[in-house]
């Protein structure tokens, strides 16, 4: 399981959108994203540019898997885990009811 966010929403949303101002006035994305990066105190270059890929996927502009997407697969995931073990409870408890039936009782 992935940590939590060290950085809240609202930096890497400002993150992003101040790279998307000034990417014009650097050669390159990567060296517009090191700027920012080091101007708003984001350790990692490599982290902005995450999120700047992620909201570029989010907003369609790029393939991938976006968020929404990635959340809901997380949820159903969860939800197949929990059918599992669920399954796994009434498998055991119908074996122990299948072989209570087959004991012979005494009656007295």
């Known amino acids: 399981m ?11 949303r ?12 650097y050669p390159n994305e990567s060296a ?11 350790g990692s270059t490599e ?3 995450k999120w700047v890929r992620q909201d570029q996927i989010d907003s369609g502009t790029r393939p ?5 997407e ?3 697969v997380k949820a159903v995931k969860k939800a197949i885990a929990e059918l599992k073990r669920a399954n796994g ?13 087959d004991r ?3 009656r007295s």
């Open 70 to 72: 990635s959340a809901q």
């Open 64 to 68: 991938g898997v976006t968020s929404e």
């Open 104 to 106: 012979p009782h005494l």
């Open 89 to 101: 409870i009434l498998k055991t408890a119908a074996s122990f009811f299948a072989a209570e039936l």
């Open 47 to 49: 982290t902005l540019g």
């Open 14 to 25: 400002r993150a992003v959108r101040v790279v998307v101002e000034v990417r014009g006035d």
């Open 32 to 42: 517009a994203i090191k700027a920012v990066a080091g101007r708003l105190g984001i």
């Open 2 to 12: 992935a940590r939590p966010s060290s950085y809240p929403a609202e930096l890497r």
